[in-house]
């Protein structure tokens, strides 16, 4: 069946460090691939996706490619701020079915 | 502005008693979702609706019931069966997953800010 593997956390950065989450994915067929973000007593917000191999989904300086050969989705951040603080999911979608999710990985970015 | 709505956010269930948890959405999306999320165990699907009057069980869906009599409703119960339901509850919708057939699977799910359910 389909499964989508991220790394663990928590991950503690400073402030303006580079970011990098691992996200690989098992499915059949041609999935989608979608990054969430969740805050703090809050539900999930859909921060970026890809729908085919080598598309690049980006939003608010996060950056993630779809990569079918190495079946990885990996989240990206030039500089990361302390706002993004959160937990991240991977997930993915093929045909007709419901997402797919990672088990979340927690960020916290010090000022 | 469209979205999904969530209520309560927080509810308190004493042991053997039912509790419903509400989920409505004005996104005229056919498709809905209820997830649970447990620490450390990401999100699991409990159960899903495509369309009005049809449900699917999720990976999780022993002790929990659900009902899709509206497009726009589709509320979960937690039965005394479920023994351990404390958790964060999160509802989802979907475009349609089945009237299109091509390109149902670029659709993002959109959610609701959850509600916490907590055992007396």
């Known amino acids: 069946g389909n499964s989508v593997t991220q790394m663990e956390g928590p991950v503690t950065l400073s402030e303006e460090a580079f970011l990098t989450i691992n996200c690989t994915y098992t499915?059949?067929?041609?999935?989608?691939l979608f990054w969430y973000v969740q805050y703090p007593g809050e539900g999930l917000q859909l921060l970026l996706k890809?729908?085919?191999?080598?598309d690049k989904g980006s939003n608010k300086g996060f950056e993630a490619t779809y990569r079918k050969e190495t079946t990885s989705f990996h989240l990206e951040k030039g500089s990361v701020q302390v706002s993004d603080s959160a937990v991240y999911f991977c997930?993915?979608?093929?045909?007709?079915?419901?997402?797919?999710f990672g088990k979340g990985t927690r960020l916290s970015v010090i000022a | 502005d469209g979205g999904i709505t969530q209520s309560p956010k927080y509810l308190f269930r004493k042991e053997g008693q039912n509790v419903t948890l509400s989920c409505e959405q004005n996104?005229?999306?056919?498709?809905m979702y209820w997830y649970r999320q447990d620490p450390g165990q990401g999100l699991r699907l409990i159960y899903y609706s495509q369309i009005v009057n049809d449900f699917q069980k999720g990976d999780i869906a022993e002790g929990y019931s659900v009902s899709r009599e509206k497009k726009e409703s589709f509320p979960l119960t937690v039965t005394s069966a479920q023994k351990n339901p404390t958790a964060f509850y999160l509802c989802?919708?979907?475009?349609?997953?089945?009237?299109?057939?091509?390109?149902?699977?670029?659709?993002?799910?959109?959610f609701g800010d959850g509600t916490r359910l907590s055992i007396l």
């Open positions: 996104l005229n999306h056919d498709a």
């Open positions: 499915a059949t067929g041609y999935p989608s």
């Open positions: 989802a919708s979907s475009i349609d997953l089945w009237r299109q057939s091509l390109g149902n699977s670029n659709q993002p799910q959109h």
């Open positions: 890809a729908t085919k191999a080598d």
């Open positions: 997930a993915l979608r093929s045909g007709n079915t419901p997402l797919v």
